[in-house]
């Protein structure tokens, strides 16, 4: 193992602004090894690398390769057979295991060919000496970058966010992401999502309506594989990006991990879209009960997914292709971006674009 295993960004003692720092210089010190197992880093991280806006008056972020690591664990790369983009994952000590055993179930027959699973694919596993196992992931995006335009959008969103069928224990805002192969034709940077791959324009995407796009879960660092002959599993809170679930505030009692699962979508549902939008009324009484603070009262994943499937089936095609707007939004902005919409929609209806995109 590692003596040094990154983890927050760690500055060098007198590094100039835009410089490498200790979490990169652990990257740079492997390029040699990675580029010999079939991966090659950006400019920035192969040894002998000058920033190109030495001598200019710019700030060091308006250049390529003065965008450094975007993720504490995760660098990014590209697959030298194909020039595919990829994330490569170095695994922490204490949940790689975890991480790679439930990478490896999803990522292999049957599970890999259901269209059910919702995790994202291990592409590779590079094993370097002394170091941990790093993983390699195809580059994702984060799911609501860009927003969601429509509700037949959203409801794709969330057929998809419930299809999963693992104890993720952490599937939260930050790790559900979307396949942007279709969405970003010419792909985009990984740190500055915003811009062209080269860096000198904005990106260029399709909508989702357009493109529809795969949702998948990330980060299986928490999760586990429970056997079902069993009984329901019982196992210690473990805290991620969503610390409000009511079951974990004591942290000290044995508690079913899949109504916690249920307890987070709805809760993401609930935080950043009900109260950030208006017309997202019909999924109030099914979020009101994954929510519940009695986790035995909650409805399983099972549930969700018919209970959804009865709601969206009620939902008008012109409620689907309706625009998703902001709440107090200003009535400039909203007759501006209502005439847009409404002008899109009609090329994807003459173009028989669904109201609820879903990919082949």
Known sequence: MSQYIPFLADPIPGMQPGGIDRNERWWVERQEALEQAGYMLRPRFRPGWQPSWTGTNKLYLDFEDGNGLRLRLGMDATRISDGKPVMLKMLPREEGP?????????????????????CVRLLDVIELPNDPPIIVHPLLRPFF????????????FFS??????????????????????????????????HRSKDFRRKVKWYSRTRCPTRYLLIDFGLSRRYDPANGPPLDMPIRGGDK?????????TRHNPFPTDVYYLGNLVREDFMQKYRG???????????????????????????RFSEIRGKLSTWKLRSRIARKYELW???????????YHTVGYILGRKAAIPEPK
């Not at 994954?290 to 986790?295: G, I, K, N, R």
């Open 98 to 118: 975890h991480e790679l055993e439930i990478n490896k179930l999803f990522s292999t027959e049957p599970l890999v060919s259901d269209p059910r699973n919702h």
């Open 145 to 156: 970058d860009p927003p969601l335009q429509t509700y037949g959008e959203f409801v794709t």
């Open 160 to 193: 998809h966010a419930c299809e999963n069928h693992v104890a993720h224990r952490d599937c939260t805002f930050g790790n559900i992401m979307l396949d942007p192969s279709d969405m970003f034709p010419e792909s985009f940077h990984p740190t500055a999502i």
């Open 244 to 252: 409000s679930a009511p079951e974990h505030q004591d942290r000290v």
């Open 280 to 306: 997202f009324e019909f999924m109030e009484p099914l979020v009101n009960d994954m929510v519940q603070t009695d986790p035995t009262k909650r409805p399983t994943m099972d549930e969700v997914v018919t």
């Open 332 to 342: 400039p902005v909203t007759a501006w971006k209502s005439v847009n919409h409404w």
